[in-house]
């Protein structure tokens, strides 16, 4: 059982140890608190999500947005009357 100074107090505990007997400390062998990972994976996590979000606006914005005004302009061109062409050669 490999035992490691406290990150908080510097008692010896067990690497798997959940909490320090001295002071408390959780994940007392570990370099940072298990609150402090989660905060980090917090801070992480929401960055990438940040991240993903920007990148689906970033994509309705230039890809959806031009193909809607595409879609509607067709839709608009069907329902006019197609113009006429003058006969160059004609009847008259
Ligand atoms: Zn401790």
Redesign the pocket.
Known sequence: MPLMP??????R?DTSALA??????TD?AKKISRQQRDFYLFIVSTVIWIGVLGGLALCVWKIAIPWARQTINKQAAVELPPLRESPRNGDE
């Not at 406290?6 to 008692?11: D, E, L, P, T």
């Not at 320090?20 to 400390?25: I, Y």
Request: glycine share 22%.
């Open positions: 406290c990150r908080a107090c510097g008692h505990v320090c007997p001295g002071c408390g400390a007392p």
